[in-house]
């Protein structure tokens, strides 16, 4: 455990960014996983969960938890996968 004050401030606030930024990767992982579930069913709303799952990449990628390049390519497979 850290003994110096601004250390022990930075863990806790560390702890509060690792639940914020798990969640929000938990989020983007099952709307990707709803649409993929979706299309396999062929249900029809499958367009409407890709247009969630895309905004929820984008929103990993700008808060900085997944890469832009691995957004760009998650984006790319789901549309492939819508078009097909």
């Known amino acids: 455990m850290p ?3 601004s250390a022990i401030e930075r863990a806790k606030t560390n702890v509060k960014a690792n639940e914020r930024n798990s969640a929000q990767l ?3 992982r099952t ?3 709803r649409f993929e579930q979706a ?3 062929g249900a029809d709303n499958a367009e409407e ?3 969630e ?3 929820a990449v984008d929103k ?3 808060k ?3 890469k832009r390049n691995k957004a760009s390519r998650d984006k790319s497979r789901m549309a492939a996968r819508l078009a097909k």
Request: glycine share 4%.
């Open 53 to 55: 799952a895309s905004a």
């Open 60 to 62: 990993a990628a700008s």
């Open 3 to 5: 003994i110096i004050k």
């Open 26 to 28: 938990s989020t983007m």
């Open 49 to 51: 969960l890709y247009r």
């Open 31 to 33: 709307a990707v996983k």
């Open 39 to 41: 299309k396999t069913a």
């Open 64 to 66: 900085g938890l997944i």
